[in-house]
C-alpha cells in the first residue's frame, strides 16, 4: 500500500449488522470482541474481496473487556482470521463510537493512507465488568494476594466482612462521571425544559417500533441483518426488542422509569443491548476495480460537545446544523434523516431546537433556522428505542441503513444526528453514489 | 482570622445550644462562596425571579442573560414580559414559569431582580413595594435581591428624579433585613444603550462571587468605547496584569485569582517580602518584581520590566498600601508623609508612567477604602490617600475611555487579614458586625471583584468606587 497519492472519495460499499437482542440474554456468553469478530467474519463473507487488499479495521467499542485487551480491534482482526499483517485501532467515543470508526476510516482513505478499511462496533453492555465491592477488595486483597498469608488470616477475613453489604455487588448504570446523574434523569430534565409531553414521547416511541416491525416484516432488514450462531448453539436470526403490537394505550399505562412524576418510560426510552455492526469503506476507484458497487460517500461530518451539567443529550441540535452547513447544503437538500434515539424526549429535543428560529439566532449564529422537521419525518425503519443501542453498533447500523436505503428508495442524501455520554454528539451527511 | 461567631452558626447543635438558652445572639450565616473557575452557567439550575414595572428595554436581555446563566426563570404577574421571556429562554431549554400566589408559597428563589427601569411617578414606588413585599420573605439563604434602574444623564423632570432616587434608600434599607440571611442587595442603574453590557454584571452580581458586597448603587454605561465583547470563560486569558502589594493578604489573593482566570500576572512587592513573593509566583507561574515603590524611580524599574519582557500591560492593580495610624494632634510629618507617599503619590506616580503603554481594553483598579468615603478617628492621613484615590479614578476614567480602559476603585471594608487581626478585640469584634451580613469579609472577596473589574465584561463599569463591605454601616 505504497505511494497512494492521488486523493478519492471514500464510499460505503456494504456492510452487515447482528440482530440486536436484549442484554442479558441470547447473546450473554459473547462478549464486546466476540460479537465484533462474528460481524466482521460475516462482512467478510458478504462481501468477498481478496484479503491482501484489507489494510485495516477501525473498531468502535464502550463495553471493553477489561483484562483481556486494550485494543478490541485487534483483538477482532485475530479472531475473524484476517491475516494478523491487518492492523486495528479501537475508537471509544461513546454513543458515537460506530460512527466515528467509519469516518476516521473515510479521512484516512481520503488522505490516502489506505484503499480498504474495516469500520464498525460493538457492544456487549451484558459483559460490563461487575465492580467488586471496594470494601471487599480492600480487606481481601491483602489476604488473598499475599504469599505470607496463613488460615488464620482467611478466617480472620471472613469475620471482618459485613454481610450482606460487602459481598454483594452493585447493579451497573448508565451514570455521568462529572455529575452523577442516570442518563435518564439528564433526559427527564430536558423534557421538561423543552416541554415535550408524555404522549409526544409515547407517539414517538409507537412509531419507532411500528417502523422497525414492518422493517423486519417485509425483509427490509435482511439486507444487513445476518443471523448470528452462538456459543451453547442457538442460531439468532433477528432484533428482539421490537415491538410491532404494541400500542398508545399500553405504552401510556408504563410508569416513569426516571423520577415519580417524570413523563420517561422504559417504552420511549432504548433498552441495553448486545450487537455489532461492521461496513466496507473503500476508496471509489478501488471499490470499482474490484468489482463492488458503491453506496454512498460522506458530504461532511461534524463532532462537538455540549456541557454535560446543562443538557446533556441536546448535542445534536448543534451538530447537525454544522453538518449541513459544512455540506453546503439546507434541510431541503435532505431526503432522509436518522437520528439516534437514546430517549424519545431526547430527540423531540433536538428537532425542536433545529426548527426554532429563536435557537439558530442565539445559538447557531444564523438568520433563521434550518427548517422545522417533524418527528413524523425522521428515521423511516424506526431507531433506538424499538431496535435496542448497542453503544459502538448504534452509528454504524445508522449509516449502513441509510446507505442502504438510498438505492431501495431511490433517494441522494441522509442527514445522521448522534448523542452521547458527557455531552460529545456527532453528524453526518451522507450521499448516495 | 476565623470569626468564631460564623464557625459556631456552621455548627448546628451550638446554634441550638445558644436559642435554647435565650442569648440574643443573631449568628451570621457562612456565605456561600464560589471557589471554581468562571463557569458558562454560573447560577445553573437555580431559581430566579423577575419582575418590572412594565416592559423596557432591559426586557429582552435580562431574558437572555438569565438563560444563559442557566437560571430557572419565574415572571412575576405580567403576560406580556412573560412571553418575551419564553421567546429568549426556549433556545436555552429554558421557559420560565408564571408565578403565582400557589407557587410563591412554595418557592426558595436564589435570585429576585425588578426591572424599575419605567419608573416615571411617586405612584410606582408601589409596585416596588409589592414585589419585595411578597418576595423577599422567600429569598434563600445567600440570595440576591438587584433592583434595575435607569439614571438619566441630567433629570429634568424632578418628581421622577425622587422617584428614581427613593429606590436607593429602599434597597439599602432592605440590605440591612436581609443581611442577618447571609443575602446581598444591590441598584444597577443601566444608560439607555448600554442595555447589553448588564449582563457580565448580572453574572457577577448574582453569582456566589459577590457574596460580600450589599447596598451598591452602581452604574453601566457606554463611557469605555471597545468593540471588544465580553467572555464568560477564563475571562483574561493570556492578559498581562501587574499587582502591587502581592506577597501577602489581599495582594496574594488577587494574583491568584488573576492567574486562575488565565492572566500572567506580575506579582510585585518590597525586598522584605521576597520570600513570600517567590513562593507565590512559583504556585502561579507568575512574575515576581521586587520593587520598593516609593523609590523615587519605581515607575522606570517597573517599566522597564514590563517593556522587556511583555508587549505592554493589560491590567494594573494598585494594591499597596499602609496604615500608621494617630490622632491628628499626634500625627508627625513622618507618619503623614510616609501613609501619603504609599497609598497615594507613588501610585499616581507609577501610573501615571504606565498609562501610555496600557493596552486597549485595559484596566486600572485601584484600592481605596471605606475609611476613606466615611473617614476615621486616628487615620487622616489614611483617609486624605484613600479619598485622593477616588478623585484620581473618576477623572482618569474620562481620560482613557476612548481607548477602551476602564479605570474603577474598590473600597473594602472589615476584611480578615494579617493587618485586621492586629486590632484589638473589641474593637475588631465592633467592626465585623456593624455591617448588614455582621461579619468580616475575605481577601477572596476583594479578590472575586477586581478579577470582574479587570475582565473585558466590565466594560460598562468605569470610574465607578465599589465597597467591598458587607454593607457597612458606616459611609453609606
Known sequence: ?433 | MTDFLVEIGKNDIAKKLIKSMGIPLSLPKDLKRDKMEWQEHPILDLPVIFGSIKGSDLTIPVAQSFARMGANTWVFQNEKIFQTFVNQGSPWGRTPEILDDKIIAKIKPHAIVFDATEINALDDLSLVHEFFHKLIPKLNNCGRAIILARKPMEIYDPIKAGAIHALEGFMRSMGREIGKNGSTTQLIYVDKGSENRLEPVLRFFMSYRSSYISGQSLHVTSKVITDNSPSFIRPIDGKVALVTGAARGIGAEISKSLSREGANVICMDLGGEGEHLSKLSDELCATPLICDITDKNSHNIILDFILKRFDGIDIIIHNAGITRDKTLAKMDKSLWDKTLDVNLISLVRINEALKPHIKKDGRIICMSSVTGIAGNIGQTNYSTSKAGIIGYVKALSLDLREKGVSVNAIAPGFIETQMTAKIPFMTREAARRLCNLSQGGLPYDVAELVTFLSSPGAYGITGEVIRVCGGSFIGA
Open chain 1, 1 to 433: 500500500m505504497n505511494n497512494v497519492t492521488k486523493k478519492s472519495r471514500a464510499v460505503i460499499v456494504g456492510g452487515v449488522r447482528t440482530p440486536f437482542v436484549k442484554s442479558f440474554g441470547v447473546f450473554m456468553e459473547m462478549d464486546t470482541i466476540a460479537l465484533g469478530a462474528t460481524v466482521v467474519k460475516e462482512l467478510l463473507k458478504k462481501y468477498p474481496i481478496p484479503w491482501k487488499e484489507i489494510n485495516s479495521l477501525v473498531w468502535g467499542g464502550v463495553i471493553l473487556p477489561t483484562g483481556a485487551a486494550a485494543n478490541i480491534g485487534r483483538e477482532i482482526v485475530f479472531d475473524s482470521g484476517i491475516p494478523p499483517t491487518v492492523d486495528a485501532i479501537t475508537i471509544t467515543r461513546v454513543c458515537t463510537s460506530g460512527l466515528n470508526a467509519i469516518t476516521l476510516a473515510a479521512a484516512a482513505i481520503e488522505r490516502g493512507e489506505a484503499d480498504v478499511i474495516i469500520a464498525g462496533g460493538s457492544d456487549s453492555t451484558s459483559n460490563t465488568e461487575v465492580v467488586m465491592p471496594k470494601n471487599l477488595v480492600y480487606k481481601a486483597a491483602p489476604v488473598v494476594m499475599s504469599a505470607k498469608s496463613t488460615m488464620k488470616d482467611y478466617f480472620q477475613l471472613l469475620w471482618s466482612l459485613n454481610l450482606p453489604d460487602d459481598i454483594i455487588p452493585k447493579r451497573p448504570s448508565i451514570r455521568e462521571r462529572t455529575t452523577g446523574e442516570l442518563m435518564g434523569e439528564a433526559a427527564e430534565k430536558m423534557a421538561i425544559r423543552n416541554n415535550i409531553t408524555r404522549i409526544e414521547q409515547d407517539k414517538f416511541a409507537l412509531q419507532s417500533h411500528k417502523r422497525a416491525a414492518k422493517a423486519i416484516e417485509t425483509g427490509r432488514f435482511a439486507k444487513e441483518v445476518i443471523p448470528v450462531d452462538t456459543p451453547n448453539g442457538n442460531r439468532v436470526y433477528v432484533d428482539n426488542i421490537v415491538r410491532g403490537d404494541t400500542t398508545i394505550e399500553k405504552l401510556s399505562k408504563l410508569s416513569p422509569a426516571f423520577s415519580k412524576n417524570g413523563t420517561l418510560t422504559a417504552g420511549n426510552s432504548s433498552s441495553l443491548t448486545d450487537g455489532a455492526c461492521a461496513v466496507l469503506v473503500m476508496n471509489e476507484e478501488k471499490a470499482k476495480s474490484l468489482g463492488f458497487t458503491p453506496l454512498a460517500a460522506f458530504r461532511s461530518w461534524s463532532y462537538g460537545a455540549v456541557d454535560p451539567r446543562d443538557q446533556l443529550l441536546i448535542g445534536p441540535a448543534f451538530s447537525m446544523p454544522d453538518a449541513l452547513i459544512k455540506a453546503g447544503m439546507s434541510l431541503k437538500d435532505i431526503d432522509l434523516i436518522d437520528v439516534h434515539e437514546a430517549f424519545a424526549a431526547q430527540v423531540l429535543s433536538v428537532i425542536k431546537m433545529i426548527g426554532d428560529d429563536e435557537f439558530a439566532k442565539q445559538r447557531l449564529n444564523l438568520e433563521k433556522a434550518f427548517g422545522i422537521i417533524n418527528p413524523e419525518d425522521i428515521n423511516v425503519h424506526g431507531g433506538s428505542i424499538a431496535l435496542g443501542h448497542p453503544f459502538a453498533a448504534t452509528g454504524a447500523r445508522m449509516a449502513l441503513t441509510m446507505a442502504n436505503e438510498f438505492k431501495i428508495s431511490n433517494k441522494a442524501t441522509a442527514l445522521l444526528g448522534i448523542c452521547g455520554a458527557g455531552g460529545v454528539s456527532a453528524a453526518a451527511v451522507l450521499e448516495a453514489v
